[in-house]
């Protein structure tokens, strides 16, 4: 089965930038994948940061991006704040009907 | 504004069938662009695609649970459904239903709800 993999953690200063890695156990990532984002703290639903590999969701801050680089989807926070520090999960579409989660990348702000 | 809320039993037994209820409002429940979803989260790990559902009953799920899954929808109560059968410990999670939106990505979510598994 396909796995998708992220990151387990990154530590980022306050006003920092750090970008997280969605990427295949076998193969690259394309936007055909439909790479979307999602921001999740403690005992709460996921919130949609990114879809479509980088269009921002509604009311998302702009420090929030996303892109492929290299053989992986991408999501940059440029300027990182406190409240920023989550969990973060990317999701590819494996055609079929089929879609994947990544592990999560936590995102510590220090 | 779109609204989800699961509903069901917050324990179940071992080899038992889990049962849980996604109920929608304030969205057209049979409009063409929405695929009904479940999703899940064992405690302290990460999140898992279990399937999704259309309004007109056409449904994928996971390899990895096709076989347990069944998935199935109310169109004229705005309600669609998730059963999982022969559950195991492994199955504790907290369950999210989710809206898809044009099979691309997870706009909406539900809050969550804890099954624990367990005699």
């Known amino acids: 089965q396909t796995v998708v993999t992220q990151e387990p953690s990154f530590s980022v200063s306050p006003g920092g930038t750090v970008t997280l890695t969605c990427g295949l156990s076998?193969?690259?990532?394309?936007?055909?994948?439909?790479p979307s984002w999602y921001q999740q703290t403690p005992g709460q639903a996921p919130r949609t940061l990114v879809y479509?590999?980088?269009i921002r969701s509604s009311g998302v801050p702009d420090r929030f991006s996303g892109s492929i680089l290299g053989n992986k989807a991408a999501l940059t926070i440029t300027g990182a704040q406190a409240e920023d520090e989550s969990d973060y999960y990317c999701v590819l579409y494996m055609g079929s009907g089929i879609y994947v989660f990544g592990t999560g990348t936590r995102v510590t702000v220090l | 504004q779109v609204k989800l809320q699961e509903s069901g039993p917050g324990l179940v037994k071992p080899s038992q069938t889990l049962s849980l209820t996604c109920t929608v409002s304030g969205v057209s429940f049979g409009s063409g662009d929405y695929y009904w979803s479940w999703i899940r989260q064992p405690p302290g790990k990460g999140l898992e695609w279990i399937g999704y559902?259309?309004?007109?009953?056409?449904?994928y799920s996971n390899p990895s649970l096709e076989s347990r899954v069944t998935l199935s929808v109310n169109t004229s109560r705005n309600q669609f459904s998730l059963d999982l059968s022969s559950v195991t410990a492994a199955d504790t999670a907290v369950y999210f239903c989710a809206r898809l939106l044009g099979e691309d990505y997870f706009d909406s979510w539900g809050q969550g709800t804890l099954v624990t598994v367990s005699s």
């Open positions: 479509s590999t980088n």
């Open positions: 076998s193969g690259s990532v394309s936007t055909s994948d439909y």
């Open positions: 559902i259309f309004y007109s009953g056409d449904s």
